[in-house]
T-cell receptor, first 118, second 114 residues
Framework: AQTVTQSQPEMSVQEAETVTLSCTYD???????LFWYKQPPSRQMILVIR??????QNATENRFSVNFQKAAKSFSLKISDSQLGDTAMYFC???????????????FGKGTKLSVKP | NAGVTQTPKFQVLKTGQSMTLQCAQD?????MYWYRQDPGMGLRLIYY???????DKGEVPNGYNVSRLNKREFSLRLESAAPSQTSVYFC?????????????FGQGTRLTVV
């Protein structure tokens, strides 16, 4: 069974600085998807960034980028130029592709609570 | 541009009461899911539906039933609520066959069982 581990329950960063959130996962699959979701106090789950395991290039979305290390099964999220609106819970998630009978559901880590301080 | 709509947003139940959480999506997705979120636990899968007319258990199905009424709607029922079911519930949908595999979430339902 796949597992996702986020080892940092809480983190804080000063506004405009850079912060990295860690995520490791365990799987025997060779192809899969990895995601970072943001959950602000509004409770809405918002997709931040997605990485497909067969792609070697790290995904980027504006101020958000990932460091995907497939051999190490590591998928960290870097937030540059942190803004007050980045304050949220961040979840790392894993999904198997649909072939081979996958349910297509997400397997989540326990989350990292990020506080951006002015 | 509704996406995934859940109702209600908040609910308080007494132990033993029943209720149904409603979920509808307008993105023509085949797959729909129910998750629960507990403090320090992340989101865990309760039930899922790969297509209209099919449902399967996830990681934590005990105490719940689901119905995939049609392609748009997927409801979650608590027959006899227990305090252990106090949680935030999320419905999600995805297009598992598409190139941009992504799950879209509803706004969540905060359920308190007293």
């Amino acid at each position: 069974a796949q597992t996702v581990t986020q080892s940092q329950p809480e983190m804080s960063v000063q506004e405009a600085e850079t912060v990295t959130l860690s995520c490791t996962y365990d799987t025997s699959e060779s192809n899969y998807y990895l995601f970072w979701y943001k959950q602000p106090p509004s409770r809405q789950m918002i997709l931040v960034i997605r990485q497909e395991a067969y792609k070697q290039q790290n995904a980027t979305e504006n101020r958000f980028s990932v460091n995907f290390q497939k051999a190490a099964k590591s998928f960290s999220l870097k937030i540059s130029d942190s803004q007050l609106g980045d304050t949220a819970m961040y979840f790392c998630a894993f999904m198997k592709p649909i072939y081979g009978g996958s349910q297509g559901n997400l397997i989540f880590g326990k989350g990292t609570k990020l506080s951006v301080k002015p | 541009n509704a996406g995934v709509t859940q109702t209600p947003k908040f609910q308080v139940l007494k132990t033993g009461q029943s209720m149904t959480l409603q979920c509808a999506q307008d993105m023509n997705h085949n797959s729909m899911y129910w998750y629960r979120q507990d403090p320090g636990m992340g989101l865990r899968l309760i039930y899922y539906s790969a297509s209209e007319g099919t449902t399967d258990k996830g990681e934590v199905p005990n105490g719940y039933n689901v119905s995939r009424l049609n392609k748009r709607e997927f409801s979650l029922r608590l027959e006899s609520a227990a305090p252990s079911q106090t949680s935030v519930y999320f419905c999600a949908s995805s297009d598992r066959t598409g190139p941009n595999t992504e799950a879209f979430f509803g706004q969540g339902t905060r359920l308190t069982v007293v």
